[in-house]
């Protein structure tokens, strides 16, 4: 069996309160690209983990990585011998481990089917795993395993990421919030959401990693009709009407940065 990855990305994420446990309450518009990391599985007589790729060297245990982890939430009268090719970088605000973990709940709900909780399991995993296992654009509550179904306006929608190759710390950026609350999520088509939303991570995310403000300010230079930064960064994205523009748009970035040309889904 093989399944993809899919890479995620906040086309808006606002933060909305810091909660006493020390997590966040947000209110984000998940979205997902038809690219990412790339599972291939196989029957074996006990669970195996191999990393390969551009960025295998990021994940240098794989007794913790969340490959793993997956698989330990979902028992089979079988063994996995999963091979993960890691083509998306690592703490780059795209959900990258957690998509891995999506990919590894999809694959098992095609071999078994999903438990009734799965939806509990994921969330174990991380804030972001539940909306991963689903891999469609959706709205995230709650530290963003509260999902309800989001407008499906943008499918298809060409979309270039870009990341200048740094890692960026989910949590550090986090607690770089200012704790004030911006207001709710805006209303209407994702396209709406979109152009009147914005990320409250970008401005910690920034004090962290000037080469964020390099990525944002060369893809403001584009014909893209929104660009922002995903997640906690440092992978920014924007998005496109025509794919022939974000293709000459992609050509004209610095080669020393990472970036993937795809489709939202």
């Known amino acids: ?30 979205a ?15 669970d195996e983990l191999h990393v390969t790729g551009e960025f295998a060297g990021a994940l240098n245990d794989p007794v913790g990585n969340i490959v793993a982890m997956a698989l330990g939430k979902l028992p089979r009268p079988e063994g996995w011998r999963v091979t993960l090719d890691k083509r998306l970088p690592v703490a780059a605000g795209l959900g990258g481990g957690s998509a891995d973990a999506g990919a590894v709940f999809r694959l098992y709900d095609e071999r078994f089917g ?12 991380g804030a ?4 991963c296992v689903e891999s469609r654009t959706c709205i995230g509550r709650g530290t963003g395993t509260d999902l309800e179904p989001g ?3 943008l499918a298809g929608t060409p979309v270039l990421l870009v990341n200048p190759r740094v ?24 396209r709406e959401i979109a152009l009147a939303g914005r990320n409250d991570l970008e401005a910690p995310a920034l004090g ?37 523009v974000r ?11 990472w970036q993937v040309s795809g489709h939202l889904r």
């Open 1 to 30: 069996m093989r399944e993809t990855a899919y890479a995620k990305i906040n086309l808006a994420l606002h933060v909305r309160r810091r909660r006493a446990d020390g997590y966040h309450e947000i209110e984000t518009l998940f």
């Open 208 to 244: 962290l990693c000037k080469e964020i403000g390099a990525v944002l300010a060369e893809l403001r230079e584009t014909d893209a009709w929104v660009v922002r930064m995903s997640g906690s960064g440092a992978t920014c994205f924007a998005l496109f009407d025509d794919a022939k």
């Open 167 to 190: 890692p960026l710390a989910t949590g550090r950026v986090f607690a770089g919030w200012d704790g004030i609350d911006r207001g709710a999520l805006p209303g209407g088509s994702a």
């Open 32 to 46: 997902f690209v038809d690219e990412g990391d790339e599972l291939a599985v196989e029957p074996a007589p006990r």
């Open 247 to 257: 293709d000459l748009a992609a050509t004209k970035l610095p080669p020393t940065w």
């Open 114 to 125: 999903l438990p009734k909780d799965w939806r509990e399991r994921a969330a174990k995993l």
């Open 128 to 131: 972001d795993v539940p909306a």
């Open 151 to 153: 407008p499906q306006d």
